[in-house]
Nanobody
Framework: QVQLVESGGGLVQPGGSLRLSCAASGFTFSRYAMSWVRRAPGKGLEWVSD????????HYADSVKGRFTISRDNAKNTLYLQMNSLKPEDTAVYYC???????????WGQGTQVTVSS
């Protein structure tokens, strides 16, 4: 079955960096676009970024553009999110998801907590 396992979250000071990883299994990772989505405390889901199967196309929410970088390693079946210049408002649970051909969300991971605080 499809499994998506996020890791790399933690507590970081404002201005710091983290790299999230999402290990994928149970499907042909290299054929799927992938996405990162987050949920801040007390708020709804917010789409963060997506990347197509071949890494030739990426998109970012305005709130993270210029600070976050999505990437993938199809040989390792792993999706990444490099987060720099972190702000307290980036505090959230971050989820990875695979995307269907119409870019609707498919399967989700369990999430990893990112807390940005001094």
């Amino acid at each position: 079955q499809v499994q998506l396992v996020e890791s790399g979250g933690g507590l970081v000071q404002p201005g710091g960096s983290l790299r999230l990883s999402c290990a994928a299994s149970g499907f042909t990772f290299s054929r799927y676009a992938m996405s990162w989505v987050r949920r801040a405390p007390g708020k709804g889901l917010e789409w963060v970024s997506d990347i197509n199967s071949g890494s030739s196309s990426t998109h970012y929410a305005d709130s993270v553009k210029g600070r976050f970088t999505i990437s993938r390693d199809n040989a390792k079946n792993t999706l990444y999110l490099q987060m720099n210049s972190l702000k307290p408002e980036d505090t959230a649970v971050y989820y990875c998801a695979n995307l269907n051909s119409d870019y609707s969300f498919g399967s989700w991971g369990q999430g990893t907590q990112v807390t940005v605080s001094s």
